[in-house]
């Protein structure tokens, strides 16, 4: 089964990765300030600002053309997968530069303040899981790393480089043992760390026998190695997307939302055809609820675009419902379509029936549907053409 993407908050749809970095972000912080009872020195925060704001600026790398058209596109937008792999690289050369000044304190708070962010993001993210197995074990395993930091603390000793390094292979193992270990995720944590490891070994921080972190080091090695070749390959279930577990219900669904049947529509296009939504049965719809005067929407209207025209000849098509009763008019509509060049189909709710019936209380609001008629999942807020990509894959 697949973990849960995104979660709702109120009306704000937040991708989980995303929520669960800035939660273990701030919490890593008060934790070690707790635990240690030391200042934070300022490379910490300086990292993540330099983080995001490459990560965000990346988005006019990579939409030129967008962000000229609509510059207060960046508010609502970022570089995607890309840009994050850009901003990792350019947090790497950062703490290069900082890590080459260092002092022995330094690399002591590096190392446990990774530590720290590492496992409380991977518990959180296991908390947004299926496997209830998982979340026991990443639990123990971050309540075993604060035991452990207490004692050091207590003892006065140093948090070393090889300590770091273990607690890095046994976070990959288990993650290795529940899903996949070779992502994106797996490549930010493992540069991150390979860089505050090469930094110090070349600073001569050995606090440990080398044979006996050798051995550690080749065990854990050859066990995330037969875990991942014992792992039978994932394949596509018919049906999976209705599968859902209680805690996925409980925070993403409403009367309206997902694992429930789409409820079926009758509306008029622009050019005064009629349109169900029965009869896109058979392929994968993101229906979509937009107005004119709405920015997230004008924001998101190109990326809706570009994926439909990538995806014209797939089974995937998008209905973009105006919600004219609120709208400016009918003539205000068309200039908008002329203008964003828009070419998939766009329903006028009038009396706003279809949208109420939704609960496209803030707009845009998105369902993805899929060949069945069954809403896989709901999205408030603009999505880009990476998230519409990845929904759609999920849902087919």
Known sequence: MRALSYINIGNLTI????????????????????????????????????????????YILFNVNTFFSNPLSILFFNGGTKGHIIGICAVIIYISVIGKRGNR????????????????YQTIMSYFGTQTAHLVIQSLFLMGFFISLQLQVRTNQLYSNQFFLLVLLLQILISSIFKQATSVESFTFISLAACLLILSYKGGLTEMKKNIVTIAVLVIAVAIILVNLSKPKITVRENDHSRLTNKETQITTSSVDQGVPAPDFELTLLDGETVKLSDYKGKTVILNFWATWCPPCKAEMPHMQNFYKKNINRDVTILAVNLTNQDKGEKVIENFVKDYRLTFPIPLDENGEVGQMYQAITIPTSYIINKDGVITKKVVGPMDEETMTKLVNDAQ
């Not at 939660?23 to 993540?48: E, G, M």
């Not at 304190?105 to 409380?120: A, D, R």
């Open 105 to 120: 304190q330094f690399y002591n708070e590096s190392f446990t303040l990774v530590s720290l962010f590492l496992l409380i």
């Open 15 to 58: 991708q989980a990765e995303w929520f669960s970095v800035l939660l273990a972000f701030v919490t890593s912080a008060l934790l070690y300030k707790i635990i240690v009872r030391n200042k934070i020195c300022d490379w910490y925060w300086n990292s993540f600002f330099v983080y995001f704001l490459i990560w965000k600026l990346t």
